[in-house]
C-alpha cells in the first residue's frame, strides 16, 4: 500500500509539473504595442506598513514608468515606523500621487480603502518593498487593450546576491512563479501573487466581498479564486517588461515566518486546482521522508522508490526551473537545485503543518 501510494503522489506530482511545462512553453512571449493613442487611467494601490526604508525606491520607479496616465494611491495600514511621514515629504507637488491612513486594520482593508479612493477602470497591485520595470504600467495597459482580461498576473522576481541562503531563496521562489505561470498559462491559475497583479473595477466590484476577511493574508488568492469560480478571464503577461523585483528575507526565521503566513490562508481554499496542486506537492514530499526513513530503519528495499521519486521529481522540477529561469535572466540558479532538493521535502512538511497549526507575525501584528 505504501507503494503504490508512493508512486501515485509521484505520478500525480510530476503530471501538474508536466502541465505546466507545456503550458509555459506554449504561450508566446507578448511584445506589445504602444497604444499612447488610447490613452485609459491605471490605478496603482499600494498597502504599506512600516515601509519606510523601501518605500522610496518603489516610488522613485513609479515616477519613471513610461505609461503617463496613472494614479498612485499609498494606504499607510498603522505604521509605526515614518512610512506615512517619508512618503508625504516625497510626494508633496506631485499631483498623480497621493497617501492616505487606513481607518481599518490590516493589509486587505487597506486594499479596499485604496481602491475605492482610486478612479482609473484598470487597478494594479504591488507590495511597498517591490522595484517594477520601467515599461511595467505600460506593458500591463498594453496587454490588457489587447486581452480584456479580468485579472492579469504577472512575473515577480527576487533579487540576490553571492551567498548560499540568498541564492537558494531565489531559486525556491522561482519554483513558486515557475508554477504559477505554467499552470495560468495552461489554462488553470492556481497562485497568483499581490506584488505584481492587476484586475478591472468591474471584477474587484463584482469579487471583493470574498477576500475572506478573517484571514490576515490572501487578498490575491482569495480574488484570483472567486473571479476564477465566476467564469472571468484569468490570464498570465509573460514579458520580462512586466517584471517586479523583490527582495529576499534577510534571515532563516523572517523566511519561515513569510512561508507560514502564506501557507496559514490554505485552509480557507475551496479550488479543486488550487488544492490538488498543494496536495501532490506535499503528498510527494511526503512519501520522499517516508520511504527514506524506511528505508534506514526497516527495510533497504524502500531505498528503490525512495530514488526513484527522488530522481522523478527533481527532473521536471529542474525542466520547469531550466525554462522559467531563462525568462528571467536567473539561469545561474540552476546549481542550486539538487541541494535545494534534498532539503525541500523537510521544507514543505515542516511549513505546511507550522502555517497550518501554529503562529506567525506580519509587520508587528501576530495572528
Known sequence: MILIASYFLCVLYAAFILIFIIGWNRMPFFHGESRADMPFLVSVVVPLRNESVHILRLLQALEKQTYQYIEVILVDDHSIDHSFSVISDYITGKKHISVIRAAGEGKKNALIEGIANSTGSLIVCTDADCVPHQCWIETIADFYEENHPDMIIAPVVMTFDNTAFRQMQALEFMSLQASTAGAACAGFPIMCNG?????????????????????????????MMSIKKKKGKISYLKSDKAVVFTAPSNSVSEFFNQRKRWVSKSSSYRDRDVILSALSVFGVSFVIILNLVLAIFVNSSYWIPFAFIFLVKIIVDRILLFSFGRFV????????????????????????ISGLFGKFDWKGRRS
Open 329 to 352: 535572466r536567473s539561469s545561474q540558479l540552476l546549481r542550486w537545485v539538487f541541494p535545494l532538493s534534498l532539503i525541500y521535502p523537510f521544507y514543505v512538511i515542516t511549513t505546511a
Open 195 to 223: 506584488a505584481n497583479m492587476a484586475f478591472t473595477r468591474e471584477a474587484w466590484d463584482n469579487n471583493s466581498a470574498n477576500l475572506k476577511h478573517q484571514k490576515l493574508s490572501g487578498d490575491d488568492m482569495f480574488l
